[in-house]
């Protein structure tokens, strides 16, 4: 299936939200899709969704998966999902949304990296020494 096809797959003027965030690869499935709309993590110009509402090019989207926040503007409509690469032409995520998620990237690895690692697991001698510190019993 060529690139211009996957694009122009959607016949009408608009797609159904929950099937665009599918095959834009938001979501794995679109039930998913259909769940987080539902939750209110999806909004349409800073109006809550539905998952049928229809989805036309030029919208706003807002989009909360976990703790990352996605804020793209829809490129083209597609309601059938095909490759990755043609999932990316679908959407164009905003300069601040990229920054945003930089950012918090960032304070993940350093928060991270600030957590103490042991060198091993702990072997039957610290498990015992461990269970015995948290029973307060003395070493």
């Known amino acids: 299936m060529c690139a211009e096809a996957m694009v122009v797959m959607a016949a009408s003027e608009s797609v159904r939200l929950d099937r665009w965030l599918w095959a834009a690869r938001f979501f794995k499935t679109r039930r998913l899709a259909t769940e987080?709309?539902?939750?209110?993590?999806?909004?349409?110009?800073?109006?809550?969704?539905?998952?049928?509402?229809?989805?036309?090019?030029?919208?706003?989207?807002?989009?909360?998966?976990?703790?990352?926040?996605?804020?793209?503007?829809?490129?083209?409509?597609?309601?059938?999902?095909?490759?990755?690469?043609?999932?990316?032409?679908?959407y164009r995520e905003t300069d601040e949304s990229?920054?945003?998620?930089?950012?918090?990237?960032?304070?993940?690895?350093?928060?991270?990296?600030?957590?103490p690692r042991p060198a091993h697991r702990p072997d039957r001698r610290d498990r015992r020494r461990l269970s015995d510190f948290k029973r307060g019993g003395e070493d």
Do not use: C, H, N, Y
């Open 36 to 90: 987080a709309i539902q939750a209110g993590k999806v909004t349409i110009d800073g109006a809550k969704g539905k998952p049928a509402r229809a989805l036309k090019p030029g919208q706003r989207l807002q989009i909360r998966k976990g703790p990352m926040r996605f804020e793209v503007d829809v490129q083209a409509l597609a309601d059938q999902r095909g490759p990755a690469s043609i999932a990316e032409t679908l």
């Open 98 to 115: 990229i920054a945003q998620r930089e950012r918090q990237r960032t304070e993940w690895q350093v928060a991270k990296a600030a957590q």
